[in-house]
């Protein structure tokens, strides 16, 4: 029989809130995290808003001082493993070090945009950038452990080195799916013996010019530049792109019984995983919904469940014409008849899109809705469409009998994560 997986701690650092209490609050109460844009000049963008994490030095100056150099997605990661692991209790649970791991989905660090740009110019002539002069600029000014830790894998070094983790320690960066998939793939090395437990989730931040102006390019991001509270509004027949959000969302995973036996405060069950590839498109959804379709069908089936037992689906729902419509429609594809009555919600319509990270707060979303038996509301749905028929729990949050939680993560490249939550 598969080893039971069980959340025994919860962190999180999201544009709504720097701590899971705050976060919670903030999404039960309908507010949205979206502003102008305020990390860079961001005027002749076309989309000039984003969900930021908010006043992050003021409640952090400590992390801050400790790691001078690190992006803003490796300090979002301590805060909420700190978080995590505090409200676990387990670095006092008497593992073996090397049989606890760390499993993350986070993408680049911190881009020293300005200063990159400037050695550019400084070795052009007549708009040609000269690469050995550009060389020697670079060699001479730039830093080695700020370069570094622009790597992915600095996220899950750094929190394996503050908490003396020392089994597996890994990165995933599957565009928007890679949180869930770490959370995913966490559960399977718990399952399979090698760890008693993992510190998963996500993080990112790329509300930099390079960032945002590939998601221009892709003509993915609201313009919604007037009304950025209001922009983030999926399932909305008005929507019109997504919102780029920043943070992180991290779990600490455990083998039942141990953390039963060290009597941990268990949040939830994590009983199912799905993952699949559209094999289609880089960059868009299969229109018929099959890989999204066959995750949510592998997750019920690893859970061994049916759809009817599902009470909450916290959707991918990013706010795309494209995404949000052809999730509904592997959302019925799946629950057929039990669809209509299966309460779902997004909530990047307060958060915006963490990307990478975005799979890691909505698992923690996920875990507290079980856990308080309440469901986040869509805030800013007005005006429905006929392609997304189903009940989106608009704009006011549902007490519910929660029992079963599906949360979808599906990303660029068409990668596909479903993860099932259940009530232990």
């Known amino acids: ?17 720097n701590t899971v209490a705050a976060s919670w609050e903030a999404l039960l109460k309908g507010r949205s995290g979206v502003a102008r844009t305020s990390l860079f000049d961001a005027s002749q963008f ?4 984003a969900a930021e994490v908010k006043n992050f030095e003021r409640d952090f100056p400590e992390l801050c001082a400790q790691y001078p150099k690190t992006g803003r997605n490796v300090l979002f990661a301590l805060a909420a493993g700190r978080q995590a692991v505090q409200s676990s209790g387990l670095q006092h649970a008497g593992y073996d070090p090397v049989r606890v791991g760390v499993y993350t989905g986070a993408g680049e660090g911190g881009s020293d945009f300005r200063h990159f740009m400037s050695l550019i110019a400084r070795s052009s002539n007549d708009g040609d950038c000269q690469l050995d002069r550009f060389t020697q600029l670079g060699l001479q000014e730039l830093d080695a452990v700020v370069e570094m830790e622009q790597e992915p894998s600095m996220v899950p070094a750094h929190l394996a080195g503050e908490f003396g983790f020392a089994g597996p320690n890994l990165n995933t960066l599957t565009a928007c799916a890679a949180a869930a998939q770490a959370i995913g793939e966490s559960v399977k090395v718990i399952q399979e013996g090698t760890c008693d437990a993992m510190l998963t989730g996500g993080s990112s931040s790329m509300i930099h010019p390079f960032g945002v102006t590939g998601f221009c390019l892709l003509t993915t991001l609201s313009t919604r530049n007037d009304e950025p509270e209001r922009a983030s509004r999926p399932f909305d027949r008005d929507r019109n792109g997504f919102v780029l959000g920043e943070g992180a969302g991290m779990l600490v995973l455990e083998e039942y019984e141990s953390a039963k036996k060290r009597g ?3 949040y939830a069950e994590l009983a199912g995983y799905g993952s699949t590839a559209d094999a289609y498109r880089l960059t ?4 018929e919904g099959r890989g999204a379709a066959e995750a949510m069908r592998l997750a019920l089936h690893d859970a061994q469940l049916n759809p009817a037992d599902i009470s909450y689906l916290n959707a991918h729902g990013t706010s795309t014409k494209a995404n949000d419509s052809i999730e509904t429609l592997a959302i019925h594809k799946i629950f057929g008849s039990a669809a ?9 319509s307060m958060t915006g899109h963490l990307v990478a990270a975005g799979g890691g707060i909505e698992a923690v979303f996920a875990t507290l809705a079980l856990r308080d038996g ?8 007005e005006t429905p469409d006929p392609e997304c028929d189903l009940d989106y729990i608009p704009n006011q949050p549902r007490e519910l009998p929660i029992r079963h939680v599906l949360s979808n993560s599906f990303g660029f490249g068409g990668q596909n994560i479903s993860l099932l939550f259940s009530r232990v």
């Open 1 to 17: 029989m598969s080893r039971r997986v069980v959340i025994t701690g919860v962190g999180c650092v999201c544009p709504v809130g």
């Open 284 to 287: 868009d959804i299969h229109p």
């Open 340 to 348: 209509d009555r299966l309460p779902i919600s997004s909530t990047k």
């Open 264 to 266: 941990a405060t268990i």
């Open 374 to 381: 309440v469901a986040p509301p869509t805030i800013n749905y």
């Open 46 to 49: 076309p989309s000039r808003i």
